[in-house]
């Protein structure tokens, strides 16, 4: 009988490439969506069942983890604009959906933080996370917390950046990340479920600089760029600023990204994809759309 998986966060970055992988190696799977219209990004994936609610709303996610033999979550705010905060989702949501899976007895319950949230307490978004993984490891059922260093889909922003021939960076540039592909990350998480994995660190193939990095945003997209090397302490004005007159989940990202610009996120390599290739294929992508 095919072991049937839960996937919640499925329409994020990271959670179509892990229904992917399941579906690639035979699982039967029920995503969680928020709107019908949503069903269509799947097309071709060969999801096997929809479960259409909103994981804040407890009530309308009951009979979620019914015959489900492990979950999924990488539920999170990114940059929705109903006013909910990372307390809601990121925490609370997840809750509601751990509660579902203790109700039914699920076999084991996964969850991605991120790598070294330990250095960065101070922001809402990592409280929210740590929380949660607080609460996962006291649940009635075993879990894994799964820690990625940083997606490429993150560092779109600095491809956007280099549009204008300029790259903005704090500080000298010279920390270290080694981010993964979300092709390469949905293969270690199908692999920690099945393994049975209580934590695991992931990074990608090939460890970088931040100036690096913004070098070869420039190279991708044909252009000489210039890098600017801006004062650390222009992150506290902008984080004030930002705090003062966005909303938590606005300003987060960006608070995110400026502080870990400041600290070396390089851990255990996995993969094959490499940032280059994956700003290349950004670049002709956006060259290619039309006006």
């Given at each position: ?10 329409t994020g970055y990271l959670g179509w490439y892990v229904v992917s992988e399941l579906k690639k190696r035979n699982y039967w799977v029920r995503i969680l969506i ?139 540039g010279e920390y270290k990340i080694n981010p993964i592909s979300g092709k390469d990350l949905a293969v270690v998480c199908v692999d920690s479920m099945k393994e049975r994995l209580p934590e695991i660190c992931v990074g990608g193939p090939k460890v970088y600089s931040y100036n690096e990095i ?78």
């Amino acid at each position: 009988m095919k072991e049937k998986v839960l996937v919640a966060g499925a329409t994020g970055y990271l959670g179509w490439y892990v229904v992917s992988e399941l579906k690639k190696r035979n699982y039967w799977v029920r995503i969680l969506i928020r709107r019908e219209s949503q069903k269509k990004m799947f097309d071709g994936v060969g999801v096997d069942e929809f479960f259409v609610a909103q994981i804040t709303e407890p009530e309308t996610i009951k009979g979620i983890a019914d015959g489900i033999d492990w979950v999924f979550t990488s539920v999170g705010i990114t940059r929705q604009k109903d006013g909910l905060t990372y307390l809601d989702v990121d925490y609370q949501g997840n809750m509601n959906l751990l509660a579902e899976a203790e109700n039914a007895k699920v076999t084991w319950f996964s969850y991605v933080s991120v790598l070294g949230a330990e250095n960065l307490p101070q922001l809402k978004i990592i409280q929210a996370k740590e929380k949660f993984v607080q609460a996962a490891q006291r649940a009635k059922i075993p879990s894994g917390i799964i820690r990625p260093s940083g997606f490429y889909g993150d560092l779109k922003e600095v491809l956007e950046m280099a549009k204008s021939k300029k790259v903005y960076l704090l500080g000298s540039g010279e920390y270290k990340i080694n981010p993964i592909s979300g092709k390469d990350l949905a293969v270690v998480c199908v692999d920690s479920m099945k393994e049975r994995l209580p934590e695991i660190c992931v990074g990608g193939p090939k460890v970088y600089s931040y100036n690096e990095i913004g070098q070869m945003a420039f190279d991708a997209l044909g252009v000489t760029g210039k890098i600017v090397h801006l004062p650390v302490w222009l992150k506290n004005v902008t984080v004030f600023l930002m705090r003062t007159f966005t909303s938590s989940t606005f300003y987060g990202p960006y608070e995110f990204f400026l502080n870990a610009m400041l600290l070396d996120g390089v851990t255990d390599q996995y993969g094959t994809e490499l940032l280059e290739d994956f700003y290349r294929e950004e670049a002709n992508r956006s060259i290619c759309q039309p006006d």
